[in-house]
């Protein structure tokens, strides 16, 4: 079949469709669907979507985000690109009843239908992330789609062509974004975890300023744990140091330890549990909670039908030992530690964010940290290396070869070491183009590689950060494992 025939065969394909239309009865539907077809100008009504969706953290949150990261592209590529090269006249509006017809009518080319593209990209990114409010939203995306051919401006391939742009570049966006499979990682299950019916016999360390300061969980917690004691962080001082303090003035030994908050305050109680030997309770209200994510513990209902059934697993612990200003030091992490970079964009992030937000203070430490970046010699293995950051993860990270995003087992007994180098050529812009391109595994300046435990000689000193915080600066470091803890999930 020649492309000429076959370009015969779709329009006589489109005319049968918009003929079949123009012959539908009147009927409120018309109203209804040009009303729809107009919310969906400019991608409002899924930039609306999307707000309401970003007011629940979790994968609603993350749905959110990449359904307007899909939005904007897939709207990009049909309207900057695709509609300037291929020109088309849309439907003759005699085709259809005045009734229907939208008005004013677009005057750009009628292929590809942008909106369809627009509605299609965000349902397919949000069931990426959150299949349930796809489930919501995917009929919405289809009867946007239609009522473009509904309302006469836009022929049935259009409509299609669209669709599939914009489901395509939305399935794009985990070349960038890779999606976390659904389910918590692996960890090993413990028989033995004791059980808590309303939190009796725990203490739950609560940090009020985790996630939004304005909201505080406290009230939520104390009616669904009533029987357990909660006590808050206090700003300055050290989780450890309050959660003993506590525990001596209590007449009973408790049997497990909870926490409510980020990594940073989880991190704290997980060193405090592990050297007590309590097992752990994680309620996740922070903003990032990547260990509870991690766990397969989205809220405070699945902590509590965990301690309710004693349903728990032993997870790694990772154990740091460096030196710092004022002699040896160790410190423990449930999740990542970093040098180079990453603690430049935690510091100036902490300077900021409390002048614009956590996240605009948080891209814009990304951009000037990248800037003002300066290599720091590493001794690794053996090897002399020149890096810009490195980074090491408590057990293995996905994807590979890419910006770390998530875990699939908890007991792997390994740590993840990313680097990226500064001793090539022009090595932070090929570093720079390899992020945005997602094509780190394909250029010299990335490694990375899987071991049991790490020594690392750095010159000059260099800031430490674990799980998000700033913990030190220094020069030597041993990274090992300090043990597995028990903690509470639902099976």
Not at 143 to 153: C, E, K
Not at 168 to 185: I, N
Not at 189 to 194: F, I, K, L, N
Not at 287 to 300: E, K, Q
């Amino acid at each position: 079949m020649t492309a000429r025939s076959g370009f015969r065969r779709v329009g006589r394909f489109d005319r049968a469709i918009t003929a079949a239309i123009a012959e539908i009865p009147p009927s409120r539907a018309d109203v209804m669907l040009l009303r729809v077809t107009r919310s969906a100008d400019f991608g409002l009504l899924w930039l609306v979507s999307a707000g309401v969706l970003a007011t629940r953290k979790g994968s609603p949150r993350r749905a959110a985000v990449r359904g307007v990261a899909a939005l904007t592209g897939a709207s990009v590529l049909v309207n900057s690109v695709l509609k300037p090269i291929i020109g088309r006249r849309r439907p003759a509006a005699e085709l259809l009843p005045v009734r229907r017809r939208l008005t004013p009518r677009p005057r750009s080319s009628s292929f590809p239908s942008g909106h369809s593209a627009a509605a299609a990209a965000f349902a397919t990114a949000v069931a990426l992330e959150n299949p349930r409010a796809a489930r919501v939203l995917a009929p919405l995306a289809a009867v946007v789609a239609y009522s473009r051919i509904h309302t006469g401006v836009h022929w049935g391939s259009d409509v299609v062509a669209g669709a599939a742009v914009g489901s395509g570049f939305a399935l794009a966006t985990r070349h960038w974004w890779p999606a976390r499979p659904k389910g918590a990682a692996h960890a090993r299950a413990v028989r033995d975890a004791p059980c808590s019916v309303e939190g009796k016999g725990m203490v739950v360390l609560v940090n009020p300023a985790a996630g939004n300061p304005a909201v505080d969980v406290t009230a939520e917690i104390a009616e669904a744990l009533p029987a357990a004691l909660l006590v808050h962080t206090e700003p300055d001082g050290d989780p450890a140091d309050r959660l003993d303090e506590t525990i001596r003035q209590l007449s009973e030994p408790i049997t497990a330890l909870g926490v409510a908050g980020g990594d940073g305050t989880v991190a704290a109680a997980a060193t405090f549990a592990l050297r007590h030997g309590l097992p752990l309770a994680v309620i996740p209200t922070g903003t990032l909670n990547h260990f509870a994510r991690d766990l397969g513990v989205l809220g405070l209902d699945d902590t509590v039908e965990a301690l309710r059934s004693g349903s728990a697993v032993a997870v790694d612990i990772a154990h740091v030992d460096f030196d710092d200003d004022k002699g040896a030091r160790s410190e423990q992490f449930i999740n990542t530690a970093g040098l180079g970079i990453y603690p430049d964009v935690v510091r100036l992030r902490r300077k900021w964010e409390s002048r614009c937000g956590k996240w605009p203070a948080f891209a814009a430490a990304l951009v000037v940290a990248t800037r003002r970046a300066r290599p720091f010699e590493v001794h690794m293995d053996g090897r002399r290396l020149w890096l810009w950051s490195l980074f090491i993860g408590n057990g293995g990270y996905h994807p590979h070869g890419a910006v770390p995003a998530f875990r699939d087992d908890l007991t792997s007994g390994l740590f993840d070491i990313r680097w990226l180098r500064a001793d090539l050529p022009w090595s932070r812009t090929r570093t720079a183009l390899a992020v945005l391109l997602a094509t780190l595994d394909r250029t010299p300046a990335y490694g990375e590689r899987l071991a049991s435990e790490l020594r690392l000689r750095l010159s000059p000193r260099q800031n430490l950060t674990a799980d998000g915080e700033m913990i030190g600066t220094t020069t030597t470091l041993h990274f090992r494992l300090a043990g597995r803890l028990t903690v509470y999930r639902a099976t």
